[in-house]
């Protein structure tokens, strides 16, 4: 039994696609297909699919139904959290989701999803990503003081969220955690963040991560080892659309 992870598939079979990259980018052509292809060559029915937010273009559920029915459609036990485009799943209705789609899908957000001596917790997650304000060389001489301020609050917000997660976790009596986020931990000027603090305080071993697709921002963000934790990349277009298997 293994745990696979992939974000970003930004699917768009009921709803109009305005996304420049997914028109004209070769590596985003037919990626439903390519992903479909390999998740049947890699996924068990016995492992854990964890799909990292931004599933769907849709912005009401029933723009998105036929975008769920592919993903449940998929090998694996399928685990969903949230992204910024997921218009269609309000936070506060994540049990409704849960009710209507398990055991099929299980929405992850302010619950836990238990695989062997681990649990899977998560939140969508915030990162200030400007904007900045750059000088003829590149440097970074400034950005907007609002949208930071307004940021910081998305931020503590979703902070809260994810304590939820691992104290419903814990509670259960879970010591082992991996954690996930649609946003990256940490943004570009950061080294470290509430979300790194976090996986820190709890001891989770791994921060799995999507958000920064496009090669420009593939590294926006930690990747490898820091103080203790592996952080990983799963946008779709990073993977080629491959699920990457955590365990």
Known sequence: MSLYAIGDLHLHFQSELKSQRQMKDR?????????????????????????????????KLAECEQDLQYICDLPGRKVLTRGNHDMFWDAGKTEKL???????????????????????????????EGPFFLDKRGRITGWDEEKETHAKQLVEREL???????????????????MFVHYPPTNILEERSGFTDMAEEYGAEQVI???????????DSIQGEFRGRIYRLVSGDYLRWKPLRIL
Not at 33 to 53: H, P, Q, S
Not at 111 to 127: D, H, I, Q, R, S
Not at 209 to 219: D, N, T
């Open 209 to 219: 991560y999507a958000h920064s697709h496009g090669e420009h921002r593939f590294h």
């Open 160 to 178: 809260q969220r994810l304590r939820t997660s691992f104290e419903a976790a814990r509670a259960d009596g879970y010591q082992k955690f991996i």
């Open 98 to 128: 849960n009710a209507l789609y398990q055991p099929r899908l299980t929405f992850l957000q302010d619950n836990y999803v238990p695989y062997e001596e681990y649990a899977l917790v998560g939140t969508k997650g915030f990162t200030f």
């Open 27 to 59: 590596l985003w052509k037919n990626h439903e297909e390519k992903f479909r292809r390999n998740c049947e060559k890699m996924i068990a029915d016995e492992d854990t699919l964890v799909l990292v937010g931004d599933h769907s273009w849709g912005k």
